[in-house]
């Protein structure tokens, strides 16, 4: 599992508390933070996750969730796909091996420049080019060429039928005649970036802000929202206490601490998801590669007590990486609580409880560290209440806390609360992460044999 993995798109997926006046914008003559009828022109949003990068060819926004670019395909609320940068969905051939997109015509790149097919040629090749550092170009495995018809026209062709195809197509579009100019993984288009969305970028202070502005000849009209900044504090906490106090005017919390925003004068929002949080299980540590304990903490963990105690219900039991309630799921794979199944299970591959209760075997402690990041609140109480589970079978876990940065390096061999899913098919988030040969490093992946065990997922309905 990469370290971007395991971070998780958790801004999806948790609960989103708004001020009243942030949720219904609308235009000002006024600069800055005027109001109008009571409304502002301007929203500061609390966030806890900060991008690495801007550029799409490096993987920012591919899932079609960035306010700098668009796609040829967008997602509406419901999550369907509707046209964004093509006039349409795409023509598709009776072998489901050519997938045509008709164009926008007029559509313009926020310095002005006029976006056509050679704009999607080149990010489409560029993003699959061997030497481009893109960690999910694996999710474009299908596409066997991508070529121009035209200015008005783009064909890709596939190597086998892929019917989940066309959701990557949501994927930001770049400038050829800004990005071809660069070096794709250290030019600092990454830093700059230009593209056709409803907002530019305006400031970005790294760990602290980004602010962006309303791009005025914005292809569907310029936005209502005309300055809007994402503030980056890590700490739900600290996020939720500057959210009260009226400095943010939103902001990213889980539902513990969103509830507390219900009523007055804010309004709560639940996005719905497909992510999931879970503990990996490193097969190069001695205890968490050993076949037995996995299988114990598997049974031993209480998924439903975690749902209804640190989602407060906003979420589903997860038994694997795909959602109960996906058309995808397996039926019959749901596993039930059973302590006693879980000891037995020890028992009989000779873990055996010492003098503290602490399961042992030749001399080594079933006991292994659980790794979450600092501030994240919701991983913080899943890997307690995951401890206080594994402690009931006399397996010791001892859970720490750091950056992600002190995290990375641990992954081979220490447990950690990771987190993932897919807003679309749940093929582009599992294919990278069950499969080895997707990754140029594979000390940091988990590797076939490997499951982690998933605890809740945080999906809301």
């Known amino acids: 599992m990469t370290a971007r993995s395991a971070r998780g798109a958790v801004a999806t997926a948790l609960v989103l508390a708004l001020v009243t006046s942030a949720g219904a914008c609308s235009r000002s003559d006024g600069g800055g933070a005027a109001a109008v009828g009571g409304r502002k022109d301007s929203v500061v949003v609390g966030i806890a996750h900060e991008p690495e990068t801007l550029s799409p060819l490096l993987g920012y926004g591919k899932d079609g969730n960035s306010k700098i670019f668009d796609g040829l395909l967008t997602r509406d609320a419901q999550m369907k796909l509707q046209p964004a940068l093509a006039t349409a969905l795409p023509r598709v051939s009776a072998d489901r091996l050519t997938y045509t997109f008709t164009l926008r015509r007029g559509v313009k790149f926020s310095d002005g420049e006029p976006f056509g097919a050679k704009d999607v040629v080149f990010t489409y090749r560029t993003i699959l080019d061997k030497g481009t550092n893109n960690p999910s170009k694996t999710e474009l495995d299908a596409v066997e060429r991508v070529e121009a018809r035209g200015e008005g026209e783009v064909v890709f062709t596939l190597k086998y039928p892929y019917a989940p195809f066309a959701e990557r197509t949501v994927l930001p579009i770049a400038p050829e005649h800004i990005a071809a100019r660069q070096n794709v993984n250290s030019g600092d288009f990454s830093t700059r970036p230009v593209g056709t969305g409803p907002y530019l970028l305006s400031t970005w202070s790294k760990g602290e802000k980004l602010g962006f502005t309303a791009n005025p000849h914005y292809w569907r009209g310029e936005p209502a929202v005309r300055k809007f900044t994402m503030a980056v504090i890590k700490d739900d906490d600290v996020r939720a206490t500057r959210l009260r106090s009226g400095e943010l005017d939103g902001a990213v919390l889980p539902p513990n601490l969103a509830s507390g925003f219900r009523g007055h004068g804010r309004v709560t929002y639940a996005a719905k998801s ?44 997860a038994y694997g990486p795909v959602p109960t309630d996906s058309p995808w799921f397996t039926p019959g794979t749901e596993r039930t609580r059973d302590l006693d199944a879980a000891k037995r299970i020890l028992d009989a591959a000779g873990w055996q409880p010492g003098k503290d209760g602490v399961r042992e075997r030749d001399g080594l402690r079933a006991s292994f560290p659980l790794w979450y ?34 995290i990375e390096p641990r992954m081979r061999t220490d447990a950690v609360l990771a987190g993932g899913g897919s807003p679309a098919d749940p093929d582009f988030d599992q294919y990278q992460l069950l499969t080895t040969t997707t990754s140029s490093n594979a000390s940091s992946r988990r590797t076939p044999g490997t499951p982690s065990s998933l605890i809740s997922t945080i999906s809301t309905s």
């Open 373 to 406: 990041p600092s501030g994240d609140e919701l991983r913080q109480d899943h890997a307690l209440a995951y401890a206080s589970d594994a402690k009931k079978v006399g397996i010791e876990i001892r859970t720490e806390a750091g950056a992600w940065e002190a």
């Open 274 to 317: 497909f992510d999931y949080r879970t503990v990996t299980l490193p097969t190069h540590n001695k205890v968490t590669g050993d076949i037995a304990v996995r299988k114990a903490l598997d049974v031993a963990v209480d998924r439903q007590a975690m749902v209804d105690s640190i989602l407060e219900g906003a979420g589903k039991p």
